[in-house]
């Protein structure tokens, strides 16, 4: 099972992006889904989750601003970002709690770049 996250880059403050991540592989369903960011010096922190129901949940900090979305036909995660801060900038990682045949575990993408400066 693979995770592939993608649509990172250097905007201007107030811009936007969206980020995609893909899941492949030999996948029986997938639960809960999230984005997380780790901006440097700092810890991974929650962004946003979403459940296989389609229920969200924000970090106060994005509320308003981020939307999480998924495919599940497609197996994608998306996270549309609107009104960039400076503050935004970090390494985006995707999450999914992914079941295969009897078995449930974590998964992560590799991480995308959000860098958001003048």
């Known amino acids: 099972v693979q995770l592939q996250a993608s649509g990172g880059g250097l905007v201007q403050p107030g811009g936007s992006l969206r980020l995609s991540c893909a899941a492949s592989?030999?996948?029986?369903?997938?639960?809960?889904m999230g984005w997380y960011r780790q901006a440097p010096g700092k810890q991974r922190e929650l962004v946003a989750t979403?459940?296989?129901?389609?229920?969200?949940n924000y970090a106060d900090s994005v509320k308003g601003r981020f939307t999480i979305s998924r495919d599940n036909a497609k197996k994608t995660l998306f996270l549309q970002m609107n009104s960039l801060k400076p503050e935004d900038t970090a390494v985006y990682y995707c999450?999914?709690?992914?079941?295969?045949?009897?078995?449930?575990?974590?998964?992560w993408g590799q991480g995308t770049q959000v860098t958001v400066s003048s």
């Open positions: 592989g030999s996948i029986s369903s997938i639960n809960a």
């Open positions: 979403i459940s296989s129901g389609g229920s969200t």
């Open positions: 999450n999914a709690d992914i079941r295969i045949l009897f078995r449930t575990r974590d998964y």
